[in-house]
């Protein structure tokens, strides 16, 4: 198990990264998709609405037997909420039908809280480390996604290429699918609700306080980036570059954060001691993301490229959270309930996509007023992990 559990991780990498190439393929064939549906800019962008509504779905369909039980169907049936809209939705003649494969799927995110539960069993101190490499597959697929895109002509490719490229990453998908299978060992994820038993997760103050500490990370990771091109005056090629970016530094920061999270757990391997370490990865995180929107905010204003591609280098450590967050069950509650957890506090955070993008583009004009709200977020991070570190966890409950 030891020698192959650094193999499941990176295998795990890729499963994410194959399933999230799915997440702005579609908008990057833009006047394919205006032309070939005859519909207008503002309908294209139900199809990513779609698409993060069904993140947070997913989180919420956790907490039912949908994705319990065997640990490899799980992953299956996950990776296929996102595999089959991508072959049929190159085919589909309605636009409203596509939007509404695009809310299944959203689904793919379900592999980050079941994926917590392998990592969870496989490593301690390890966790952060093990679980950030697995978070950055969610960037690296973001940039396949949008090659794959570039590559077959983006906006100015035929429908047909549209096609080709859909079906191709469909089959990528379940390629990388198989070879996860044979390499990776099942387990059973517990089915049985432990409500009745008096260890229900959504009743202890512990679940939302921490739950909410991942809320402002998620709120910048899924709007930054557009917000801040659509109040800028680059060129086309500077804002894909700014896109490519912002994308490799989130990645780079999960691994790197994930790292110092080990090295930090690695020193005292308690359930305490675990989740002091969570909480130094988080803050620190949070300290330096603001640093970064700060630069983000003066590149915006004086609409400067350089200045806005160093913004968003540092400003993508908020990833750095990721990797502590997501270990947070396993070291804070009982093993009997922590599958639960870990979808419960991937719920009450990711309601941030739901939130955060009709706030940022709907209620929100300017810049000043944009940032505002960007650097007041690492700030309530930081508090309500102050917060959550002066609480008792689940796991040294009386009885736990």
Same mark, same amino acid.
């Given at each position: 198990?030891?020698?192959?559990? =650094?193999k499941?991780?990176?295998m795990d990498?890729?499963?994410?990264a194959?399933g999230?190439?799915?997440?702005?393929m579609?908008?990057?064939f833009?006047?394919a998709?205006?032309?070939?549906?005859?519909?207008?800019?503002a309908?294209m962008?139900?199809q990513q609405t779609?698409f993060v509504?069904?993140?947070?779905v997913?989180f919420?369909l956790g907490g039912?037997?949908?994705?319990?039980?065997s640990?490899?169907?799980?992953v299956?049936l996950?990776v296929?909420?996102?595999?089959?809209?991508?072959?049929?939705?190159?085919?589909?003649g309605?636009? =409203?039908?596509?939007?509404?494969l695009?809310?299944?799927?959203?689904?793919?995110?379900?592999?980050i809280?079941?994926f917590?539960?392998q990592?969870g069993?496989?490593?301690?101190?390890?966790?952060?480390?093990a679980k950030?490499?697995?978070?950055s597959g969610?960037f690296?697929?973001?940039?396949?996604?949008?090659?794959?895109?570039k590559?077959?002509?983006?906006?100015?490719?035929?429908?047909?290429?549209?096609?080709?490229?859909?079906?191709?990453?469909?089959v990528?998908m379940?390629?990388?699918?198989?070879? =996860?299978?044979?390499?990776?060992?099942?387990?059973?994820?517990?089915?049985?609700?432990h409500?009745?038993?008096?260890?229900?997760?959504?009743?202890m103050?512990?679940?939302?306080?921490?739950g909410?500490?991942?809320f402002?990370?998620?709120?910048i990771?899924?709007t930054?980036g557009s917000?801040?091109?659509h109040?800028?005056?680059?060129?086309?090629?500077q804002?894909?570059n700014?896109?490519m970016?912002?994308?490799v530094?989130?990645?780079?920061?999960?691994?790197i954060?994930?790292?110092l999270?080990y090295?930090l757990?690695?020193?005292?391997?308690?359930n305490?001691?675990?989740?002091?370490?969570i909480?130094?990865?988080?803050t620190i995180?949070?300290?330096?993301?603001?640093i970064?929107?700060?630069?983000?905010?003066?590149?915006t204003s004086?609409?400067d490229?350089?200045?806005?591609?160093?913004g968003?280098?540092?400003?993508g450590?908020?990833?750095?959270?990721g990797?502590?967050?997501w270990?947070t069950?396993?070291a804070?509650y009982p093993?009997e309930?922590?599958p639960?957890?870990?979808?419960?506090?991937g719920?009450i955070?990711?309601s941030?996509?739901a939130?955060a993008?009709?706030?940022?583009?709907?209620l929100?004009?300017?810049?000043t007023?944009?940032m505002?709200?960007?650097?007041a977020?690492p700030?309530i991070g930081?508090v309500?992990?102050?917060?959550?570190?002066?609480?008792?966890?689940?796991?040294?409950?009386?009885g736990?």
């Amino acid at each position: 198990m030891s020698n192959n559990r =650094w193999k499941f991780v990176f295998m795990d990498m890729l499963v994410v990264a194959a399933g999230f190439g799915t997440m702005h393929m579609l908008e990057k064939f833009k006047d394919a998709v205006l032309a070939h549906y005859h519909i207008t800019e503002a309908m294209m962008g139900y199809q990513q609405t779609a698409f993060v509504v069904g993140l947070f779905v997913a989180f919420l369909l956790g907490g039912t037997s949908l994705f319990k039980g065997s640990f490899k169907r799980s992953v299956a049936l996950i990776v296929s909420f996102a595999a089959i809209p991508q072959f049929i939705i190159p085919f589909v003649g309605s636009w =409203w039908g596509v939007v509404a494969l695009r809310f299944f799927q959203g689904f793919i995110v379900a592999l980050i809280a079941v994926f917590s539960n392998q990592v969870g069993r496989l490593f301690l101190a390890e966790r952060p480390f093990a679980k950030g490499i697995i978070l950055s597959g969610i960037f690296w697929g973001g940039i396949y996604g949008i090659s794959l895109a570039k590559w077959a002509g983006g906006s100015n490719a035929s429908w047909g290429a549209v096609e080709r490229v859909f079906l191709l990453s469909a089959v990528v998908m379940y390629v990388i699918l198989a070879l =996860w299978w044979l390499l990776v060992e099942d387990f059973e994820i517990p089915k049985e609700k432990h409500s009745a038993k008096g260890a229900n997760v959504w009743k202890m103050p512990f679940t939302w306080v921490f739950g909410f500490t991942f809320f402002p990370a998620l709120w910048i990771i899924f709007t930054l980036g557009s917000f801040t091109l659509h109040h800028v005056s680059f060129s086309d090629a500077q804002k894909a570059n700014l896109v490519m970016a912002l994308e490799v530094s989130m990645g780079i920061w999960s691994i790197i954060m994930g790292y110092l999270g080990y090295r930090l757990s690695v020193k005292n391997t308690s359930n305490r001691g675990l989740f002091k370490s969570i909480v130094s990865v988080m803050t620190i995180s949070y300290v330096v993301t603001f640093i970064g929107l700060f630069v983000v905010w003066k590149a915006t204003s004086a609409n400067d490229y350089t200045l806005a591609l160093l913004g968003f280098a540092i400003a993508g450590i908020v990833q750095g959270t990721g990797p502590a967050f997501w270990t947070t069950a396993p070291a804070a509650y009982p093993k009997e309930i922590f599958p639960e957890a870990s979808f419960a506090l991937g719920l009450i955070s990711n309601s941030a996509n739901a939130v955060a993008p009709n706030v940022m583009f709907i209620l929100v004009g300017g810049v000043t007023q944009g940032m505002a709200i960007f650097l007041a977020m690492p700030l309530i991070g930081i508090v309500l992990l102050l917060i959550s570190s002066r609480m008792r966890l689940p796991v040294e409950e009386p009885g736990a």
